[in-house]
Structures are given as structure tokens and as C-alpha cells.
């Protein structure tokens, strides 16, 4: 009887709490979950709740946060008593990177986020983004700080291997797929660096100059199809200034255009370092201030408290900055399902997943005489360069995966941030060594081009690795390949006609060797797998399908900009970057200008080949749907990127053409497939700022079904358009 009671008690001291604590009914919406757990906390909560304090130690300033992850980037006070978990943020975009540390954890790298978008493969970047979010959830992280989408308006960005190249749309989609990736593990992602973050130098202090409707119909797009397709989470906001305003206390991008026009329903963070008022930013749209430690001050601590004592912030916005927060948690699925460190991580599975992603995204820019694949029969390969010997190469800043395994090369300046440089421990020669078993494969460090020359003139192929280190803070002073590389691949490529370079840069190189070297596979920085994945490429293991997500210049007097802005030795003094490319952003300035590049966008070569039929289009309820057929005509199964351009015949867009779609397709050799393609109305229309809608003129268009942007021989049809006006959303 005794024990029935208590058991009763028990049960209906549950439900008590159960009921007190409604927010917590997952039957409920997360909006009402959100406002229920809202109106729970005391103004102390909530003031803690939008502060965040860095995850490591800062200087010798501050230790960090008891409760955080050692060496993270950021944490948020939960509130326990409320069921309401605390919110544990780690890098980045190419998996579960660690702050400077002597005993960081070791992860699983991705290609950079320009191999992943280089394979213009939904489902892959989903799958590395589920991969990646995987290993975050399994270390105790429930907000993943990934989805860097800043468009590749400069070659030297220093971060340009975390992006996703200089297309609106191809990197809006890419990153949407791995933020749902990412997500699918019920942690947050983060949308970032909003907006018109496009290089490193003077990040903290420039100024980006664009114009709103240029915005809005590249970077601010880019953006746009990221929210509209993945929902991220959270959003981050800039560095920069942007039109004079820094990001991060800008009423036009994070209320007018993020949270207003977009209907943005999550919540802004702050770079670490990004947050420079307490008024200004909160009522701007800004909701929490990241990594409190890197700024001037607790802008969100004690001062915006007292700021909305005295009613200068409204109470109201301090709610709705908790609030998104909230409904953001419940939304991903953090609340019920909460993180614990120590998960179990299959590293071999996901070093697969990292290796598939490497091979799909690297590209074959060239291939005289058929050099690649290499044949069964070589029996001398001399492999040059680049430590090929022992590994890849990473780049550096707060994405940096460490992996299993330890860095291959350690040592090398810069050892501090944003180092230290990184070789990932995946040997090329020994992979190819492994795929060549009666070779003899040897290997020269390359550092004196006549020693590499003299060991490479006999060989049947040589193999020289090139390579380029940027990373955060840190651009490329140049786009020529560092270190007199380019003497050694000329020196290497005259001993030997049969010369293959393989490049592992962060994006964009200059190669004025690019007539002597018989084939060039760009390899980008290829992840903790991409020793193996570049040997398999080579040797046709797997047919390479890749292709450029970015321009490749000729030189740098072809870019809008053809010196960087800014000063890299003075951090300190504001200067203004002044976009007057506009939306004509990469093939789009190269087309508008009549300039030939290096390589184009779009490009990429298949170990086969495919050839395009029956193009045709047609228009219901205003959208435009493009078909055709792809036909492997070559002797080898292999994957292909048939891409759609658009070019308005009369009206005036800020460039001759538009990337409108694309799609892969797997094909054995002489199989056909039909391929259909959607058009997203706004990128047949312009912006108009004004009436704040895009408009399409009535008119012909010339559809063009391309291997790449210069591809002269695409096939083409005219479609006519009606005039129509769509709003801010496309609809
Ligand atoms: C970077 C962000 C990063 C943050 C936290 C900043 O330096 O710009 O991308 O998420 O640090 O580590």
C-alpha cells in the first residue's frame, strides 16, 4: 500500500513538472515551445543566454569557461533548472576543428568546402555535412559554427577553401546541402561570414562598398538560397563594415534584409571579435555576442542590461533575442537530443566519406595525349614536391581539422596561428606506390628544380606535387604559386615532356608552365584521405569529374581588383574595398569584359566524354523547366556536369550570361540519360531596390547547355519570357 502511494506521489510529482515545465512536450511547435521556456526565465537567464564566452583561454587575459570544451571556440550558460542545455560551438566547415592546442582533438577532415563544390554533387556535400555533424554531435558539440558561403569575389581570399566558389547559386546550393548534412544530427549550423566578407586583409576594419541590388544578386544570394533551403539554425555575422556599418550592428542586412525581407527565424551570433556596441548592435537585429573575451567588452553582459533598464533597448527585443535562440534549439532538435562528449567515431567509415568527397572534387584541367590515367605499364614514376612523400596539405585559421595521426610535416612557420601549417597523414607516394606494384616510384623533396630535373628525365611520368598555404587573416600576396615552384615545375616539365602537376592550393593559381606540363589535376587542400583519393584520380581508379567552381585568371591584371586592397602589415586603419564589379562576380566580369582566363569556370576533364542532344524548354505558371540528353560517348563509365546558362538577348543584366542550373549524372560507357532542370525565377530577373522586387523583362533568352562558361560550341535554343515581377523571394 506503502509503495503504491509513494509511486503515485512520485507520478504525479512528475507530471507537475512535466506540466510546469511545458517547453519541454516535444508534441509541441518549437515557436511554442520557444515562448513557453521564454516566459520561464528570469532576466538574469536571458541575459546569459545571448553572451558567449570563448572556449579556450584567451591570452593571459581570461581562463575560459569552466563548463566549456577545452579548447573550443565558443560556449553558452544553459539553464539547468529549466531543462535548457548549454550550447558547446565548434569550427568549422570541413569537420571538428580545435583551437591552438598541444593536445587537440584528432578528427576526420573533408576536402576543402571549393573540392566539395567542385563536385557540383548534392548528395555528396549532404553527406560530408552529415559526416562532419556526426563527429561534432559525438564530441559533445551541439552548434556547429559551418556554412561559409562568402562568394569568391578575390582569388587571394585567404579563406577561399572554406567557401564555395564565386556563383551565387552553385554556392548556395553546395552549402545548403551540407548545413542539412550537418543538421540531420539534430545540432545547429551556422550561415556565415554575413555578408561581403571577401577577404582577409583589413578584415576588422574595411569597409565593403556594393550597391543593394547588386548585393542581392550575388553575395546577399548566395545567402539567400542557403536560408531558403537548409533553414540554418543560426547566422554569423562579419568582421567588415559593410556601406560604412559594421555587420554586426547593421540594421539594413540583419533586420531589413536577413530577418524582414528573407523572414529569417533564427538568431544572429557574432563573429569572436565582431561585436563593437550594446545598443547600436541589439536593436540592429544582432542576438547574441560570441566569444565575449575577443571583444572591447561584455557588450551583451552588464551593459545591455542596464541599456535595456533604462529602456534604450526595448525589453521586448532583449525576449525576441532569446527567443530565436530558443526556438532555434528546439527547432534542431538540441533540446531532446542532448550531446555528450566521448561518442564513438568510425574513423574508417568517415575517412571513406572524406576520401569519396576528395575524388569527386578534384578536377583534370588538363590532359595532353591522354598522360592520365596513368598506364599499367610505367615502371619508373618519379614523384617531386610538396611532401608528397608523407602527406596533404590543410589550410590554416579556426577551421583546422587535426587529424589522426598528428600533423606529417610539423614545424613549419607560421607554428602559431594562423597555424600551424598542417599536413594531413595521408601519403600520396605510398598510395601510389600501393597502385603501382611493379613500379619503381621514388620521391625528391624538389627544393633545387635542377636536382628535381636531373632525377625526373628518365621516368615514363613524372609526378610534380605544387603547392599554396593561405588561411585565415592571411591572404595570398600573390596568386603565383610561393617557394620558386614555378621554376621547378618548368625545369621538371623540360627535363620530361611527360609531366603531370598536381596542385593542392586553397582556389585560384597562375601557372606559366601551363603549356609544358602534360596534364594538370587540381586537388585543392584534399582532406584527411587525400593522399589515397589523389592516387585512385591518377591512376583511374576513379574517373576524375570535378570542375571549376571558380575563374582561374590568366594573370592578376584580369581581376576587378588586380591588387589587393588593404595593407596585410596594418590591421588597424579603415579603408574602403569598392565592389564596382557589382553583381558581375568571376565568369560573369570575364564574360562582361571579353577576357580570356587561364581556366574558366565550369571547366573540368573526364578520362571519357559526353555530348549533349535534344535540348528543350518549357513554361508552366511562369517557371521554366530546361531538358536534355547526356550521352557517355566515350569508352569508360564516368560522371559529368552538363551546365546551364542563360543570356538575355535584350535586357540588360550586369553581365552576357547566368549560371540557371545543372546536374550530375553517372553514365556507363554509350548509356544515355535525360536530364531536367528547374530555373529559380530570380535568376532571369533583376533587382529592383526601390520597389525591393525582381523583375523579368519580356523578351527572348538564349538557353546554353555547356561544358563550361567559355564553352563555344554549347548548345543553345531561345525561350521568350513575359514580363513579370516577383517578390523580394522570387514568388
Ligand atoms: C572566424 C570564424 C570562427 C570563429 C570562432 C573567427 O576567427 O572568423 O569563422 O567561427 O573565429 O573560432
Not at 503515485?8 to 521556456?37: P, T
Not at 566578407?197 to 576594419?205: A, P, S
Request: one cysteine or more.
Amino acid at each position: 500500500m506503502k509503495l503504491k502511494l509513494a509511486l503515485a506521489l512520485a507520478l504525479a510529482a512528475m507530471s507537475a513538472q512535466a506540466a510546469e515545465q511545458a517547453w519541454l512536450d516535444k508534441s509541441l511547435s518549437a515557436d511554442k515551445r520557444a515562448e513557453l521556456a521564454l516566459n520561464a526565465m528570469t532576466q538574469q537567464e536571458k541575459l546569459r543566454w545571448v553572451l558567449g564566452h570563448f572556449g579556450s583561454d584567451f591570452g593571459n587575459k581570461t581562463r575560459k569557461h569552466p563548463a566549456a570544451l577545452p579548447f573550443s571556440a565558443g560556449y553558452i550558460e544553459g539553464v539547468p533548472r529549466l531543462g535548457l542545455p548549454a550550447l558547446f560551438e565548434t569550427d568549422a566547415g570541413l569537420g571538428v576543428a580545435t583551437q591552438a592546442s598541444k593536445t587537440p582533438r584528432e578528427r576526420t577532415s573533408l576536402p576543402s568546402g571549393l573540392a566539395t563544390t567542385a563536385s557540383w554533387d548534392r548528395a555528396l556535400a549532404y553527406k560530408g555535412g552529415a559526416m562532419i555533424g556526426a563527429e561534432a554531435r559525438a564530441s559533445g558539440f551541439n552548434v556547429m559554427l559551418a556554412g561559409g558561403v562568402n562568394l569568391l569575389r578575390e582569388p587571394r581570399n585567404g579563406r577561399n577553401f572554406e567557401y564555395a566558389g564565386e556563383d551565387p547559386l552553385l554556392a548556395g546550393v553546395m552549402v545548403a546541402e551540407q548545413v542539412k548534412g550537418i543538421q540531420s544530427n539534430h545540432i545547429i549550423a551556422t550561415m556565415k561570414h554575413f555578408a561581403v566578407n571577401n577577404q582577409e586583409t583589413g578584415r576588422f576594419v574595411l569597409d565593403a562598398r556594393i550597391d543593394d541590388a547588386s548585393n542581392r544578386m550575388s553575395d546577399l544570394l548566395a545567402f539567400q538560397l542557403l536560408m531558403e533551403q537548409a533553414d540554418p539554425g543560426s547566422v554569423m555575422c562579419s568582421y567588415n563594415r559593410l556601406n560604412g556599418v559594421y555587420a554586426c550592428e547593421n540594421d539594413y542586412l540583419l533586420n531589413q534584409v536577413l530577418k524582414n525581407d528573407w523572414g529569417y527565424k533564427g538568431y544572429v551570433m557574432t563573429d569572436w571579435g565582431a561585436t563593437h556596441s550594446t545598443v547600436e548592435s541589439a536593436n540592429a537585429g544582432l542576438d547574441q555576442q560570441s566569444g565575449w573575451e575577443f571583444d572591447k567588452s561584455q557588450y551583451f553582459g552588464g551593459a545591455l542590461e542596464e541599456a535595456v533598464a533604462n529602456g534604450h533597448v526595448p525589453q521586448a527585443r532583449l525576449d525576441n533575442m532569446v527567443f530565436r535562440v530558443l526556438r532555434a534549439m528546439f527547432d534542431k532538435g538540441v533540446v531532446d537530443n542532448p550531446v555528450a562528449e566521448g561518442g564513438n567515431i568510425d574513423y574508417a567509415v568517415h575517412g571513406q566519406a572524406s576520401r569519396a568527397g576528395a575524388e569527386e572534387g578534384m578536377v583534370l584541367l588538363k590532359n595532353a595525349g591522354n598522360v592520365l590515367p596513368l598506364k599499367a605499364g610505367a615502371k619508373k614514376i618519379v614523384v617531386i614536391g610538396a611532401h608528397a612523400d608523407v602527406g596533404v596539405l590543410a589550410g590554416g585559421g579556426s577551421s583546422l581539422v587535426y587529424p589522426v595521426g598528428g600533423n606529417a610535416v610539423p614545424g613549419i612557420a607560421p607554428t602559431s596561428w594562423p597555424g600551424p601549417v598542417m599536413y594531413h597523414p595521408s601519403s600520396p607516394l605510398k598510395a601510389i606506390q600501393a597502385l603501382a606494384p611493379g613500379a619503381s616510384v621514388s620521391y625528391h623533396d624538389g627544393k633545387d628544380p635542377a636536382a628535381a630535373a636531373r632525377a625526373a628525365a628518365d621516368a615514363d611520368v613524372v609526378l610534380v606535387f605544387a603547392q599554396q598555404w593561405v588561411g585565415e587573416a592571411l591572404d595570398a600576396v600573390s596568386l603565383s604559386l610561393p617557394d620558386n615552384q614555378d621554376a621547378l615545375v618548368a625545369a621538371v616539365a623540360k627535363a620530361n615532356p611527360k609531366t603531370v602537376v598536381v596542385l593542392e592550393t586553397s582556389g585560384p593559381v597562375l601557372m606559366p608552365w601551363v603549356d609544358q606540363a602534360a596534364g594538370i589535376l587540381q586537388a585543392w587542400y584534399p582532406g584527411t584521405s587525400g593522399g589515397e583519393a589523389i592516387a585512385r584520380v591518377l591512376f583511374g581508379e576513379v574517373n576524375p569529374s570535378g570542375h571549376l567552381p571558380a575563374t582561374f585568371p590568366a594573370s592578376e591584371s584580369q581581376l576587378p581588383r588586380p591588387k589587393l586592397d588593404g595593407d596585410p602589415k596594418n590591421d588597424t586603419a579603415r579603408f574602403t574595398v569598392n565592389y564596382h564589379e557589382g553583381a558581375a562576380v568571376g565568369y560573369k566580369w570575364f564574360d562582361l569584359k571579353g577576357l580570356k582566363p587561364l581556366f574558366p569556370f565550369g571547366h573540368g576533364l573526364s578520362y571519357t566524354q559526353f555530348a549533349y542532344s535534344g535540348l528543350a524548354a518549357t513554361q508552366k505558371d511562369g517557371k521554366l523547366s530546361l531538358s536534355f540528353k547526356v550521352t557517355n560517348t566515350g569508352a569508360v563509365k564516368g560522371k559529368d556536369v552538363p551546365q546551364l546558362y542563360v543570356a538575355p538577348l535584350n535586357a540588360q543584366w550586369e553581365a552576357p550570361k547566368r549560371l540557371a542550373g545543372w546536374d550530375k549524372v553517372e553514365l556507363a560507357p554509350g548509356e544515355s540519360k535525360q536530364v531536367s532542370v528547374s530555373v529559380d525565377p530570380r535568376l532571369l530577373g533583376v533587382f529592383d531596390s526601390k520597389s525591393k522586387t525582381w523583375r523579368i523583362a519580356k523578351g527572348g533568352y538564349k538557353v546554353l547547355l555547356a561544358h563550361d562558361a567559355a564553352d563555344t560550341k554549347a548548345a543553345s535554343i531561345t525561350v521568350q519570357l513575359q514580363q513579370r515581377t516577383l517578390n523580394v523571394n522570387g514568388k
